[in-house]
Nanobody, 113 residues
Framework: QVQLVESGGGLVQPGGSLRLSCAASGFPFSQYGLRWYRQTPGEARVQVATMSLFGSTDYIEAVKGRFPISRDNAKNTLYLQMNSLKPEDTGVYYC???????WGQGTQVTVSS
């Protein structure tokens, strides 16, 4: 069974940083592209950052230069380093495997003063 468990969210003031982690199991981690999503109440999920199985990356314009995505295949873990956080970054962040149409339970990120 595919399992994706996010952690690392929390309350942070504008300009602060968080590091999100996604522990994965139940599938050959290194053979799949991975993605971080963000969802706010009443809105569809936004594809924030993507990393292919080869290590190439893609980001939405709003987070380019601020939210590097990375993966550690030895640990079956996906990361999102969130820097220079803004209130509009607030939401529930999910990691997902697009090819499997699976995502985790999410971790809350709240950016507020």
């Amino acid at each position: 069974q595919v399992q994706l468990v996010e952690s690392g969210g929390g309350l942070v003031q504008p300009g602060g940083s968080l590091r999100l982690s996604c522990a994965a199991s139940g599938f050959p981690f290194s053979q799949y592209g991975l993605r971080w999503y963000r969802q706010t109440p009443g809105e569809a999920r936004v594809q924030v950052a993507t990393m292919s199985l080869f290590g190439s990356t893609d980001y939405i314009e709003a987070v380019k230069g601020r939210f590097p995505i990375s993966r550690d295949n030895a640990k079956n873990t996906l990361y999102l380093q969130m820097n220079s956080l803004k209130p509009e970054d607030t939401g529930v962040y999910y990691c997902g495997v697009p090819a499997l149409e699976q995502w985790g339970q999410g971790t809350q990120v709240t950016v507020s003063s």
